[in-house]
């Protein structure tokens, strides 16, 4: 299985803040990297396929990059409502796997 | 708008079978080339993929948990299940149902809710 590695598990910020969270695949991935968002008690959102692309809706505050093993997501300018706990996701080869997440809590 | 709803017994004893079912709404669920997903959620921890039926039956399952998985579509129902069987407290988790897209990123969305299942004796 490919492992999915996240950095850091946790971080504090402020509104207005840009953060990065970091995605590590032990193997590559090309650009089949996927991201979500969720909030305690609630699914996982869906914001972000193929490394870099915005689902529908989604702020453009928000952005991925990277390929291979290395991946990022940034948020620019830090909202209210993006605090909570971010994860990646491989679709390259099966079986799917995720990070075990980032929590973006706040300062 | 596509809508998934899971539902299912939330207490299941040990050595037991875990069955669940997910309710698609506001799309057919033999249409678009979709799969359809279970994903879980030890308490406090990440996601796990549990495996996808595609819309035609095909079904695909992590080997993590080997031959105890099995899922099904009911077309007239427009839903589709899970079960796990033999389960351990290992197995305690929320689970989500979602769909998988029909393109080669594999992405989960939407999701369902969750419903929580504790196995206990």
């Known amino acids: 299985d490919i492992q999915m590695t996240q950095s850091p598990s946790s971080l504090s910020a402020s509104v207005g803040d840009r953060v990065t969270i970091t995605c590590r695949a032990s193997q590559s991935v090309v650009t089949n990297l996927n991201w979500y968002q969720q909030k305690p008690g609630k699914a996982p959102k869906f914001l972000i396929y193929s490394t870099s692309t915005l689902q529908a809706g989604v702020p453009s505050r928000f952005s991925g990059s990277g390929s291979g093993t290395d991946f990022t997501l940034t948020i620019n300018n830090l909202q209210p409502e993006d605090f909570a706990t971010y994860f990646c996701?491989?679709?390259?080869?099966?079986?799917?796997?995720f990070g075990q997440g980032t929590k973006v809590e706040v300062k | 708008q596509v809508q998934l709803q899971e539902s299912g017994p939330g207490l299941v004893r040990p050595s037991q079978t875990l069955s669940l079912t997910c309710a698609v709404s506001g799309a057919s669920i033999r249409s678009g080339g979709y799969s359809w997903s279970w994903i879980r959620q030890p308490p406090g921890t990440g996601l796990e993929w549990i495996g996808s039926i595609h819309q035609s039956g095909s079904t695909y399952y992590n080997p993590s948990l080997g031959s105890r998985v099995t899922m099904s579509i009911d077309e007239s129902q427009n839903h589709f299940s899970l079960k796990v069987t033999s389960v351990t407290a290992a197995d305690t988790a929320i689970y989500f149902c979602?769909?998988?897209?029909?393109?080669?990123?594999?992405?989960?969305?939407?999701w369902g809710q969750g419903t929580m299942v504790v196995v206990s004796p």
């Open positions: 979602a769909r998988e897209s029909n393109t080669m990123y594999n992405y989960f969305d939407p």
């Open positions: 996701q491989q679709g390259y080869i099966g079986p799917w796997t």
